[in-house]
């Protein structure tokens, strides 16, 4: 299994490039990174060129740049299951710094047949386990809206977790009072 951590966004509507903006003490990329590399022994980081990583620790992840950021968070997708080489993968977004390993071991205990994702009250949370056999329709997305399309139309796992799992960061504000559950 592959982990993929996709980090090549614009931050359009945070006014500057968020992934490097500091929370909690580190640059708000690292959360993920972190969470990664505490549950894999390699993976992917999809980035941008805008993206200074000069201030985050990357000790196990391949770089991967993504000369396109402006065609939509599935360009991302593409290469990222272009590097996996067929493999099982998991995606994490770089911009929710919440989640944990606890919750990165739920994901991967379920069947390893079906897409695994968590929730929160409805709402579609990350990370999310693809299997090898949906690699190839997952390649088909378009533009902005990842795996909704391919998720709504394929078997899969939910389940009920913490606002953790769908807690990101697109406005500066977003980032006052993070961390409360609720």
């Known amino acids: 299994m592959i982990p993929i951590i996709l980090a090549a966004g614009e931050s359009k509507r945070f006014g500057l490039q968020k992934l490097n903006y500091p929370y909690r003490g580190k640059p708000l990329i690292q959360w993920a990174i972190d969470v990664v590399e505490e549950n894999f022994s390699e993976g992917l980081l999809i980035i941008s060129q805008t993206l200074d990583l000069s201030k985050a620790r990357v000790r196990k992840l ?9 065609l939509g968070l599935s360009n991302s997708i593409k290469l990222g299951l272009m590097a996996a080489g067929g493999k099982d993968v998991i995606i994490f977004l770089g ?3 919440e989640i944990d390993s606890e919750l990165v071991q739920k994901v991967m205990s379920f ?7 968590p929730n929160f009250n409805g709402v579609k ?3 999310v386990f693809i299997p090898a056999g949906y690699l190839k329709n997952a390649c088909e997305i378009e533009g902005d809206r990842g795996l909704r399309d391919l998720i709504m139309r394929s078997e899969y796992i939910t389940f009920e977790w913490t606002r953790s799992c769908i807690f990101d960061v697109d406005l500066p504000e977003d980032l006052e009072g993070a961390g409360e559950d609720g």
């Open 62 to 70: 391949k770089l991967i740049l993504n000369k396109n950021p402006e």
């Open 95 to 97: 911009d929710m710094p």
């Open 111 to 117: 069947s390893k047949d079906k897409i695994v994702f």
């Open 125 to 127: 949370g990350f990370p």
